[in-house]
């Protein structure tokens, strides 16, 4: 594939974008704390995956099919946002896999898996690539330009929601000695989940 150069404009505004917390991020900490930064990199990769797949789904025009059809739209909005309740509540009882309690790590594939699920059930992601990237493609570019700048926001999101994990990698041992702080921290990351859900069902196409 050929090379194009990426502006500079561009990778500021996509890490400003990465950098903002949001589903993502949230599970990314809240597994980090419950099995630690092994847990938390997987976890990112999840997340990360599924940008790829809004990607390939944007690249595809099916972001148009999501913005044209308010009955398509509707179904996925609201299994993601049943998904998040139902995150947001495991959380707040503290329950195995989504303990944010010192716990032996979730497999691999559980943790992965969570991470997919969370972000492909947001349409509004494949939405953001149709409507971000194109304006810092040139008229008359190629379709390998718009395919670079996507692969490079996905490469920037792992890299962001890995330097999140190892933020919280650091000063886990310090939480978890704090009952006090694990509480508080529960009902934080419970909120943030619901708060998340609430905010996708109250979008609009």
């Not at 938390?40 to 999840?46: D, E, V, Y």
């Not at 896999?97 to 349409?123: D, F």
Request: glycine share 10%; net charge positive; aromatic share 10%.
């Amino acid at each position: 594939m050929e090379l194009f150069p990426v502006s500079l404009e561009y990778l500021l505004t996509a890490f400003i974008i990465c950098l903002s917390p949001g589903i993502g991020v949230i599970y990314t900490l809240s597994s980090t704390l419950g099995g630690g930064m092994r847990a938390g990199i997987w976890a990112a990769t999840g997340c990360t995956i599924a940008t790829v797949l809004h990607l390939i789904v944007a690249m595809a025009g099916l972001a148009a099919v999501l913005h044209t059809s308010a009955l398509l739209f509707q179904a996925i909005k609201f299994a993601g946002v049943a998904y998040l309740l139902w995150m947001a509540w495991g959380i707040l009882k503290d329950r195995g896999g989504l303990s944010v309690q010192a716990t032996e790590a979730a497999p691999v594939g559980k943790l992965v898996w969570r991470g997919i699920l969370l972000n492909i059930l947001n349409p509004k992601i494949p939405l953001f690539f149709v409507a971000f990237i194109p304006q810092f493609v040139p008229a008359g570019s190629s379709v390998g330009l718009l395919a670079e700048l996507g692969l490079g926001f996905t490469a920037m999101t792992f890299v962001v929601f890995v330097g999140y994990a190892a933020v919280a990698a650091t000063g886990r041992d310090r939480l978890l000695q704090s009952e006090r702080a694990m509480t508080w921290l529960r009902r934080v990351f419970a909120g943030s989940f619901a708060a998340l859900g609430l905010k996708l069902a109250t979008e609009k196409v």
